[in-house]
Every structure is written in structure tokens, then in C-alpha cells.
């Protein structure tokens, strides 16, 4: 995070940065790789450059048998929780920025596996995610082997206080595993 920080204050344009509350301090469990030691004091991370952060083993890709989640923030951490469950068979892409998105990654990673899901914490109707997996529809068609899947929290105005209220509303790694499972039967 400290490097799309320093990014972000060097760039001459403005910039929005948007946080999890449970990745402060990686006080959610699943979260504690969120916690790094800087690199160097100069590390800075580019903007519009995603990262992949599981890949799939290449047997099973060659096979169809995975599938790619792209995603960013905690849903990075919902994501590498629920691969555990498919050992090879998920790629975890993150995006690091929204804009400039790092279109070149997510297609390619779409294209390798052909089944995908977007992953976003946001509320699903007219969000980011939908708009990415038309996106992906679009550009990506003639690669897909499954229409492309968005998960995000509940359409309901606001995110509850309540956290059995919260884990309702919001995406988590056992319903995101429900997810892959439903992707990979295709």
C-alpha cells in the first residue's frame, strides 16, 4: 500500500485512494501478508499496473480447469482464501488501481483461463464490476467458456454496523468458494 502511496503523491494529477477499515493493521483474519515491511525507502509501486497474486498451475490451465478472479482490496484476501479450497485451479489477479486500469493483465488473464469472476466489496447493481465484466465480455468473447461472474455486497443502502449483519451483506471467501465451484463445473 505504501508504494501506490508514494505513487500517488507523485503524481501530478489527483488521486483518490479508497482503504479497507480490516486491512489496517491486518486485524481480519486472512489478512496478516497485508502487512509488509517497506522494500526501500524510494519503493514505489506504478499506478495502472495489476498484479497477480496466485497463479494457477499451467497443467490445469491447458486442461480448463481454472479460473481467474480479479479483484482488489479485501476481496484480494476474500480471494486467496477461498483458492485454498481449489489447490491450482485459481488465479487471483489484483488490480491495484481502478484508473488507470490495467486492461493488457485482465485480459490476458481472462484469455489463459476463460472463466472469470470480478470480486468487488461494492454494491453489485451499476458498479465497477459490472462495468469491468462488460468490459471483459466484450473484448474477451470469443475466449470465454462461462459468462462472466461479479460478486459484490447485497444491493441494500448502506453496509450494517452489526458484523453477523456485515458477513451477511458482504462477499466472504465461503461464499466466493461457492463461486469457483459454480465457475469450474462449467
Request: net charge neutral; proline share 5%; hydrophobic share 45%.
Amino acid at each position: 500500500m505504501k508504494g501506490l502511496m508514494k505513487a500517488a503523491f507523485l503524481d501530478p494529477n489527483p488521486v483518490i485512494m479508497l482503504e479497507h477499515k480490516g486491512l489496517y493493521w491486518s486485524k481480519v483474519p486472512g489478512t496478516d501478508d497485508a502487512r509488509s515491511v517497506e522494500p526501500a525507502k524510494d519503493y514505489v509501486l506504478p499506478l495502472g499496473k495489476a498484479n497477480i497474486i496466485l497463479q494457477a498451475e499451467m497443467e490445469k490451465v491447458r486442461k480448463g480447469e481454472t479460473v481467474c478472479i480479479i479483484t482488489y482490496g479485501m476481496g484480494v484476501y476474500w480471494a486467496k482464501a477461498a483458492a485454498e479450497r481449489f489447490p491450482g485451479q485459481v488465479e487471483v489477479l489484483d488490480l491495484r488501481t481502478l484508473f488507470p486500469l490495467d486492461e493488457e493483465t485482465v485480459f490476458n488473464s481472462v484469455k489463459r483461463h476463460g472463466k472469470v469472476l470480478v470480486l468487488s466489496e461494492e454494491q453489485q447493481n451499476n458498479s465497477f464490476a459490472e462495468s469491468l465484466s462488460l468490459r471483459i465480455s466484450n473484448d474477451c468473447y470469443h475466449f470465454l467458456d462461462a459468462k462472466v461472474e461479479v460478486m459484490g455486497a447485497k444491493n441494500l443502502p448502506a453496509v450494517p454496523i452489526n458484523v453477523a449483519l456485515e458477513t451477511a451483506m458482504l462477499p466472504t471467501a465461503t461464499k466466493v468458494a461457492e463461486r469457483i465451484s459454480k465457475l469450474l463445473a462449467y
